[in-house]
T-cell receptor
């Protein structure tokens, strides 16, 4: 089944720095979503970008999508300790609308 | 703000025993998902319901797992018998009709001894 793969697996930065994580996928998609998961909790939806969109913003989050490279990036600007979490991309194979998650990027923001 | 409810939050059981998890999606959400998440990995879809019908259960180990959503509202996921490898977080999510954003519950953490 289709699966996005996040990169890097782990990221450690200082508060105030920007954090960038990437997601690559294998086949065409309808949309790509990013979720955040705090330790031991459920996932929280961050942003959805459709296949005909190239960039979306939400607060300190910026998501880009390059369908020619089958990749997406999530940028968190001016990171805070509260951003410490795992971040997952979820993709759906075109036509299925069934989301598939990658393994995630573990982000640690040091105060 | 409405939330997806799950219970129990934690469950410890011995192998070969039966366990059941319950999920109450956000009111009006037509689609309900059950995921299994092993520590350090992403959620893996077990079953997807549209109202009371199963849309996809291709990854559900049907010899031991069962899921139902009889009235198209809340749902139960059962494991019988539980095995050591079933230790994981079980997540429930729901989406409004014709939308893609999933709303997740807090999960049930299962430990099989």
């Amino acid at each position: 089944s289709q699966q996005g793969e996040e990169d890097p697996q782990a990221l450690s930065i200082q508060e105030g720095e920007n954090a960038t994580m990437n997601c690559s996928y294998k086949t065409s998609i309808n949309n790509l979503q990013w979720y955040r998961q705090n330790s031991g909790r459920g996932l929280v939806h961050l942003i959805l970008i459709r296949s005909n969109e190239r960039e979306k913003h939400s607060g300190r989050l910026r998501v880009t999508l390059d369908t020619s490279k089958k990749s997406s990036s999530l940028l968190i600007t001016a990171s805070r300790a509260a951003d410490t979490a795992s971040y997952f991309c979820a993709t759906d194979a075109g036509g299925s609308y069934i989301p598939t998650f990658g393994r995630g990027t573990s982000l640690i923001v040091h105060p | 703000e409405a939330e997806v409810a799950q219970s129990p939050r934690y469950k410890i059981t011995e192998k070969s025993q039966a366990v059941a998890f319950w999920c109450d999606p956000i009111s009006g959400h037509a689609t309900l998902y059950w995921y299994r998440q092993i520590l350090g990995q992403g959620p893996e879809l077990l079953v997807q319901f549209q109202d009371e019908s199963v849309v996809d259960d291709s990854q559900l180990p049907k010899d031991r797992f069962s899921a139902e959503r009889l009235k198209g509202v809340d749902s139960t996921l059962k494991i019988q018998p539980a095995e050591l490898g079933d230790s994981a977080m079980y997540l429930c999510a729901s989406t409004p009709r014709s939308q893609e954003t999933q709303y997740f519950g807090p999960g049930t953490r299962l430990l099989v001894l």
